[in-house]
């Protein structure tokens, strides 16, 4: 089962909104709505921010959202603040029951 | 308040084994499935694994399968993972993860530990 395929880096200036992708294909993000991202500061564990495709868990800004659309997940941040600069990773649920993670996109608040 | 606290990892050589252990508090753990997850050095997360709360059912990636087993003992709220015939491809910071929903080793992880260093080498 291949990884899911997320941008490298994305960036934005304070305040703006940015989109991170995550591509599967129908085994697994276009097939389940189990769809989770993570955040990760760099030498810390990683952050659940979204699970279920679109739920934040409590606790999590609602600056935060999640969507998708066939085989394509997104992550939304609005509002950018610099400590959203982080490491993210969308991860999907597959045919396969096994839990597969996209390759991770760094973002920087410019 | 959750805590999950990694032990066992090291410098080992190609070829021998490992145990990691996972000691959880502050939740009712036989209550939740969970999982390892594996980071190399400067790379992203990858799933290694996933146990039933029961013990049950397990669950692992292709790269790992037949060489390691995630395994539990949920009357001293711990978590293990047995990794043998180890590769230079394993060396990673290993965390162990509560799942978020009770039933459901898949739908997110929302506590993690610290992780912990497992160096495959000669």
């Known amino acids: 089962q291949s990884a899911l395929t997320q941008p490298a880096s994305v960036s934005g200036s304070p305040g703006q909104s940015i989109t991170i992708s995550c591509i599967g294909t129908?085994?697994?993000?276009?097939?389940?709505?189990?769809v989770s991202w993570y955040q990760q500061h760099p030498g810390k564990a990683p952050k659940l921010m979204i699970y279920?495709?679109?739920n934040r868990p409590s606790g999590v800004s609602n600056r935060f959202s999640g969507s998708k659309s066939g085989n394509t997940a997104s992550l939304t941040i609005s509002g950018l603040q610099a400590e959203d600069e982080a490491d993210y990773y969308c991860?999907?649920?597959?045919?396969?029951?096994?839990?597969?993670f996209g390759g991770g996109t760094k973002l920087t608040v410019l | 308040e959750v805590q999950l606290l990694e032990s066992g990892g090291g410098l080992v050589q190609p070829g021998e084994s490992l145990r990691l252990s996972c000691a959880a508090s502050?939740?009712?753990?036989?209550?939740?499935?969970m999982s390892w997850v594996r980071q190399a050095p400067g790379k992203g997360l990858e799933w290694v694994s996933s146990?039933?709360?029961?013990?049950?059912?397990?669950y692992y990636a292709d790269s790992v399968k037949g060489r390691f087993t995630i395994s539990r003992d949920n009357s001293k709220n711990t978590l293990y993972l047995q990794m043998n015939s180890l590769r230079a491809e394993d060396t990673a910071v290993y965390y162990c993860?509560?799942?978020?929903?009770?039933?459901?080793?898949?739908?997110?992880?929302?506590?993690w530990g610290q992780g912990t260093l497992v160096t495959v080498s000669s």
């Open positions: 993860a509560k799942v978020l929903l009770r039933g459901y080793y898949y739908r997110g992880f929302d506590y």
């Open positions: 991860s999907s649920y597959t045919s396969s029951s096994i839990v597969i």
């Open positions: 279920d495709v679109s």
């Open positions: 502050g939740f009712t753990f036989s209550s939740y499935a």
């Open positions: 129908s085994s697994d993000v276009g097939g389940y709505n189990y």
């Open positions: 146990i039933s709360g029961s013990g049950g059912s397990t």
